[in-house]
């Protein structure tokens, strides 16, 4: 069975940072296969960012060059390091993987997290 964990969330002031985790259990881990995203209140869950195979991260322009994906293959784990948060980027936020087969990731989110909440006051 396959489980997404996140972990990291909490509540900052703006200007803070947070580090989330996303680790996985029996899922093929694959890296470009994963992403983030989030859900802020009371709107539709919008996508953060990915990476890819050279380990380097894809951008919503809301938070290109404040937030960094990154990875540990050995952990089966993603990360995504949020700097300079703002009180917009309140939300809860999610992992979400394609399954993988071979070297390829089906396109479509079939495996999900259960979130793990971000505030951001000002």
């Known amino acids: 069975q396959v489980r997404l964990v996140e972990s990291g969330g909490g509540s900052v002031q703006s200007g803070g940072s947070l580090r989330l985790s996303c680790e996985t259990f029996?899922?093929?881990?694959?890296?470009?296969?994963m992403s983030w995203f989030r859900q802020p209140p009371g709107q539709e869950r919008e996508w953060v960012g990915s990476i890819d195979r050279d380990g380097m991260g894809t951008y919503a322009d809301s938070v290109k060059g404040r937030f960094t994906i990154s990875q540990d293959n050995a952990k089966s784990t993603v990360y995504l390091q949020m700097n300079s948060l703002k009180p917009e980027d309140t939300a809860m936020y999610y992992c979400g993987a394609m399954i993988r087969v071979g070297e390829r990731c089906l396109e479509g989110y079939t495996y999900w997290g259960q979130g793990t909440q971000v505030t951001v006051s000002s």
């Open positions: 029996g899922y093929i881990y694959s890296g470009p296969c």
